[in-house]
């Protein structure tokens, strides 16, 4: 069985997984990486989509991040500093953070509300598509660049429902 | 008619009694969210730690590519003034001194011969700046009791822009500091460029200690390279920083606000008391009074009878 680390993955809001584990598989702009033990010392970004954490007992926490970072971190006494409240994890030395502005653990994944939310922001990106073709000559420019906006807003909170039910869905026992 | 003093009195303490229960209340509410708020604070340090220490090894890994989007510019010709306050008052000095510093550090630059162009959290910071005549270009209201991380990326994304498309040199921070229950100031801050973390290591008060320590043994792989990371990289820090910043700020305003009610409430008891004394000697005097007026009554009835 290989060995431990210590694995963090944060968020603005909260720390959503912190604690020992022997793999983490996610997906930078590079690639697919998943990090073992012993990993060379790493800065990368995540690109929106899974993130599997490996624990100590084989079972595997999937979560959904939305973009972030990670970070490898080797110096010794670097798992020390794990995301409090869980304390130290023994003389694990290599640390894995997972920064993410957005992200869930598949398991709380509201699939319900993801879904509606969905629904409605389709509906809203077809209006705005439909808006802003035709009103393309004699809208202002300001209003153009407004509902350029709102369709970057609605295009990105889509691809959140998206990988959010998707995630979701990959977690259900088949 | 010496009845009429003593309603008076008795209106006044009514009200007064009225104003503490909803001051007490006030007080009550703020010491629930001040816990709240610094869990959330606490909540979010792993993830500052964890930004401050990628934009810490990604800037010593390539200093050329850092020095675009770190350090502090020399000469400042224009810059973005963000000042947060609250949404509500009552709360002592809270707005007015993030406001007043606001005020002076827009004065200074002018001064300095710099363009500013002012951004603010906060209701209250749009009637105080307005009527002393300076433009708020952008107001954000609505969040600063709760504020959300998407609240930090929409104010983070209008702040920085200016920056990015390269109209100003710096863009500055002015808030209320929450560094512990007993201890909260304002404090301005470079947002942008951002400070350098290995330049002045006295600049950044908590860091965490894995920073003192030498880089890697070895080197660091990036992915991608480190010059499109930071790219990445320093939107993502600017948020972190905002919404450190609106949490910190949220949880002073309740602070301030709880000391401001639990003062209001004592300055009421204190009120209660002395009207009450006031209304008692009046009553004692019209009681006296009319004492008097009976005893002078039956005094001048007297001779008339034993007449």
Redesign the interface.
């Known amino acids: 069985m290989a060995d431990a680390f210590g694995v ?1 993955v ?6 959503l997984l ?1 604690g020992p584990a022997t793999a983490v598989m996610l997906r ?3 690639g697919n ?1 998943t990090v073992l033990d012993g990993h ?6 995540v690109v929106p989509g899974e993130v599997r954490v490996e624990q100590e007992d084989g079972t595997v926490v999937h979560l959904a991040v939305h973009g ?2 990670i ?1 490898v ?3 010794p ?2 798992a020390e ?1 794990l ?2 409240g869980t304390g130290p994890i023994g003389d694990l030395s290599t640390k894995v ?1 997972v ?1 993410a ?2 992200a869930e653990l598949a398991e709380e994944i509201d699939v319900e509300r993801a879904t509606r939310s969905k629904e409605t922001l389709e509906g809203r990106l077809s209006e705005l598509r439909g808006s802003g073709s035709r009103g393309g000559g004699e809208a202002g420019a300001d209003e153009g660049a407004e509902i350029d906006l709102e369709l970057l807003d609605v295009t990105t909170s889509l691809d959140r429902a998206n990988l959010r039910l998707e995630i979701a869905g990959a977690q259900q026992p088949v | 008619m010496a009845g009429g003093q003593e309603r008076v009195l008795r209106r006044r303490i009514r009200s007064v009694q009225a104003t503490k229960k909803i001051t007490k209340a006030m007080e009550l509410i703020a010491a629930s969210q001040i816990s709240r708020a610094q869990n959330r604070i606490s909540a979010n340090r792993p993830y500052r730690a964890g930004m401050a220490r990628i934009v810490v090894e990604a800037a010593r890994a390539d200093r050329a590519a850092a020095a675009k989007l770190l350090g502090t510019p020399e000469q400042v010709n224009s810059v973005v003034v963000l000042a947060i306050v609250a949404d509500r008052g009552l709360s002592g000095a809270y707005n007015s001194s993030v406001l007043r510093a606001t005020e002076r550090l827009v004065d200074q630059l002018t001064a300095g011969g710099a363009t500013v162009r002012l951004f603010s959290v906060g209701k209250k910071a749009q009637g105080y700046l307005r009527f002393r005549g300076y433009e708020v270009e952008r107001s954000f209201i609505g969040f600063s009791d709760r504020p959300e991380f998407s609240d930090a990326r929409a104010v983070a994304a209008v702040a920085a822009a200016p920056f990015v498309a390269g109209e100003v040199d710096q863009v500055l921070l002015v808030s209320t500091r929450y560094y512990s229950a007993g201890n909260q100031s304002v404090a301005t801050e470079q947002l942008l460029p951002l400070p350098d973390p290995n330049a002045g290591k006295s600049e950044e008060g908590d860091e965490s200690p894995n920073q003192e320590k030498p880089g890697l043994e070895g080197y660091t792989e990036f992915e991608p390279e480190v010059e499109r990371l930071l790219g990445e990289l320093a939107p993502r820090a600017v948020e972190s920083e905002v919404f450190s910043a609106l949490l910190e700020a949220a949880a002073a305003f309740h602070t301030a606000q709880q000391r401001a009610m639990a003062a209001a409430t004592e300055n009421a008891d204190e009120l209660v008391r002395t009207l009450s004394r006031i209304m008692n000697r009046a009553r004692q005097d019209a009681i006296t009074t009319e004492i008097m007026e009976i005893v002078g009554g039956a005094e001048a009835l007297r001779p008339a009878r034993g007449a």
């Open positions: 963090e944060v968020t603005p809001e909260r720390a912190a930078t702009s590079d990486l060379t010392p790493l800065i990368g970004d972030g970072f970070q971190d080797t110096r006494g670097a500093g995301a409090e953070t920064l502005g957005v």
